[in-house]
């Protein structure tokens, strides 16, 4: 797998807010098809790293590749366009429509992107509407949902794009144990045609579905191996896992 081209790649990535050194020279590589988890203590740089890949944070200096493509400093509607998809923490819905206007502005975006208007836009916001498991509150309003349960609108809006990298930000916060369940079906279902980027806390989930895993800690990579390789190792136990885990 090692000379397989990664579909995302960085080199010395680099994001300085004043002082702080919130991701300091990452160099990472993404292969087409995996699940990878991005893990690390709390104010790591995790969100700020998939930020930077999603184009929303400026890169202070490195570089991101794309398929080889040199993205660093593409916009983020154009990274959509090529296939990257990043689920905010929220800020993405609009409170006020429903779950179904939110998910089919989504599917609109992308007929328009692909140039494909002849595509029926109802069925395929009912399609993602129900791989996330929510087509029963279609008609709810997205702002009245529990929190976990916008979280999965937002997938649901990820998926519509059909990216072929699709980045989610702690999807599972907010959700009962039988939705991380269904959760974590999904994204072996979404694997199948997509890369997966996860940052996520809840260390079950991490173990169950990662191919490999990326450990970051004070803006830097710490370690990145299998889950077994990540769980056996002593530099990640202290700096995250704690002895005991
Ligand atoms: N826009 C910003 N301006 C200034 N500092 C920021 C900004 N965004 C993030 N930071 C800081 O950068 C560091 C990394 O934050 P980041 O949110 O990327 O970490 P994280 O690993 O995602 O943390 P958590 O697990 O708590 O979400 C933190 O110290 C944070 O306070």
């Known amino acids: 797998m090692a000379d397989v081209a990664p579909i995302l790649e960085t080199q010395g990535l680099k994001c300085h807010f004043g002082g702080l050194k919130a ?8 292969r087409e098809g995996e699940i990878r988890a991005i893990i690390g203590p709390n104010g790591a740089g995790k969100t700020t790293f998939v930020s930077l ?47 179904a206007e939110n998910v089919r502005i989504a ?36 702002g009245e949902l529990a929190y976990g349960h916008q979280r999965l609108v937002e997938v649901a809006m990820g998926l519509a794009l059909r990216p072929s990298v699709l980045i989610l930000d702690e999807p599972t916060q907010g959700l009962s144990d039988s939705e991380i369940e269904d959760f974590c079906a999904l994204v072996r279902e979404i694997a199948r045609t997509a890369t997966i980027l996860l ?7 991490v173990m169950q579905l990662a191919d490999r895993i990326t450990v970051l800690n004070r803006g830097k990579l710490l370690a990145e191996g299998t889950p077994a390789e990540i769980r056996a190792n002593a530099e990640v136990q202290a700096a995250y896992l704690g002895t005991g885990a």
Do not use: C, W
């Open 53 to 99: 890949l999603s184009g929303r944070t400026p890169v202070t200096s490195g570089t991101i590749r794309f398929r080889g493509e040199d993205i660093t400093r593409m916009p983020a509607f154009k990274r959509v366009r090529h296939g990257i998809a990043y689920t905010f923490q929220i800020t993405n819905i609009y409170q006020k429509l429903t779950v």
């Open 23 to 30: 991701v300091d020279g990452i160099d990472f590589r993404l």
């Open 199 to 205: 940052i996520e806390h809840n260390m079950d989930v």
């Open 107 to 142: 599917v609109l975006g992308r007929m328009q992107r692909d140039g494909s208007a002849d595509l029926d836009d109802r069925r395929e916001t009912a399609e993602a509407l129900r791989a996330v498991g929510l087509s029963d509150r279609a008609q709810e309003k997205a």
